[in-house]
């Protein structure tokens, strides 16, 4: 479809710079914290990732929709993201095993998307002046009424936002006949963490984010995982006195993302919100343990203090950014408790980092006996 025949759309920073596009699909505004992924493919996995609920997903490469969606490619049940601003959306796919268009999926699921923004220049704007809030519209170019608009949306620092996309009911996952139960704690978990522990020998019930140790314990599981999710950790008191119960449960306790800074704040230790987040799916990591590097998948715009990991005296440093010397894993000296800021589980990206579930299953594996 070719751009005259479409609407013009708009993105309006916080800041008050406007980039112009094209509206695609349905019509309406939309607000969120405005991220951008340079991930090369995995969109549909993007879109569907819980952790990225509240946010407009700015992606960088250079086509969108071209292989269109297919059912068993979600990280959840839905879109989460915001909306989408990109640069060129491909109105037809061609894939096999595609079952619909990425135009019919964000129809179906009630969300915005714009093309045709310059997005080089948008991500290098928000790289440079930091994370912030923003609202795109294809419906006006009322831009007084837009920013006031804008201005009523609360910033993503302070917010909890786990309980729009955690599950309310407990359910399973995986074989009931499977080696090891595992019991999750969700704060928006992916699916494809729990397809890696399924593919391990795990059977999981899956927790809502406010069941208590005690509760988890009933189940009579072999370990226990905290999960990712949106939102700021530090607004998360209530999750994170759980997550102290489960450090110090004895149990063998692993944590992605969320999970990870979780874990840190139950020990004492302060997140802050970064300048930009970290989102692709090529961030270098150094494992500190062994010394070997990893690519890794990362979605996050909250870190650990590295200051205070240092200066600990239970938690030892276990992975590290390249790119900006971050806190990217941690474990406990005297407890079975590990995690780490990024995503082993991938989906999408590269499977380096896959060993730290086979870890953690060998955990639960020597628990067990
Ligand atoms: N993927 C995640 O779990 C993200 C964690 C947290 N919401 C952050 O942005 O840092």
Known sequence: MANFTRKKAVVVLQDGTTFW????????????????????????????DPSYYGQL????????????????????????????ICKNFSFDHSRVGANNSLLKYFEENG????????TRALVRHIRSKGAMNAIISTETDDLEALKALLNEVPSMEGLELSSKVATTEAYY??????????????????????????????YMKVFP???????????APDGLFISNGPGDPAAMQNTVSIVNDMVNSGYP????????????ISQGLNTYKMHQ?????NHPVLNILTGKGEITTQNHGFVVSMDAVEEHAEIELTHRHLNDDGVQGIRLKNKPVSSVQY?????????????????FVEQLKQSKS
């Open 21 to 48: 596009g094209r509206s695609v699909g349905l019509e309406g505004s939309s607000t969120g914290e405005i991220c951008f992924n340079t991930g090369m493919t995995g969109y549909q996995e993007i879109f569907t």
């Open 57 to 84: 997903m700015v992606t960088t490469n250079a086509h969108i929709g071209n292989y269109g969606v297919k059912d068993d490619e979600v990280e959840s049940d839905s879109i989460k993201i915001a909306g989408l």
């Open 343 to 359: 995503h082993p589980e991938a989906f999408p990206g590269p499977h380096d980092s896959e060993y730290l579930f086979d870890q």
């Open 277 to 281: 987040g970290h989102r692709g799916i």
């Open 253 to 264: 306790v692993f944590g992605i993302c969320l999970g990870h800074q979780l874990i840190a």
């Open 111 to 118: 969300k915005l998307v714009i093309s045709d923004v310059d």
């Open 209 to 219: 984010m406010d069941t208590s140790l005690e509760e988890m314990k009933a189940w």
């Open 173 to 202: 996952f995986g074989d009931e006949n499977a080696t090891y139960k595992l019991a999750v704690l969700d704060l928006g978990v992916k699916r494809n963490i729990l397809r890696h522990f399924a593919n391990r020998g795990c």
